[in-house]
């Protein structure tokens, strides 16, 4: 299962000969707290000099529907309950989930929604807020620019060293 960090930094910007501070969020796909760290210096640093990591949380999320769209600049954070009948006790039981979703307003992550979601009949989306987080990043994008990035060698070469 996938686990989402959301990383909030904090820079100072020069703009019109005055220096103001900036708080951005950012989403990253991350084992643990700790490569969640890592993960955001390592992307973060090259675009954004001086910044400051604020705080780590962990957003506890279902799903996560990106969209191609480049016009779609906001994400949402929604809340969707899917209904079921439960047998035993002859009553219906909601079970909530939080889904994040890329959209260019809340008319549109509502349609996205209903589009993902569309074969099951059996839900209520009772939530759709706005939220300050500006990228996604999912765990397999930041391993190939590792890979690219790195010095790597021949195994052959290494154990030709180690044995001699």
Known sequence: MTSWYQVKINYQKEENDRVKQINESY???????????????????ATVPGFQLLAI??????????NENPAAEYWFKCRVQYIIFDEKT???KKTAVMMLVA?????????????RLGSVDDYIISDINVTKILEVIPYEENIERKIQNATLKPLSEVIGTVEE
């Open 27 to 45: 989403l990253f796909d991350a084992v643990s707290y700790t490569d969640a760290e890592a993960r955001s210096y390592d992307y973060l640093a």
């Open 57 to 66: 949380t962990k957003m506890k999320l279902n799903e996560v529907f990106f």
């Open 90 to 92: 002859k009553s219906e």
């Open 103 to 115: 959209a260019e307003n809340v008319k549109q992550a509502f349609g996205i929604l209903e589009e």
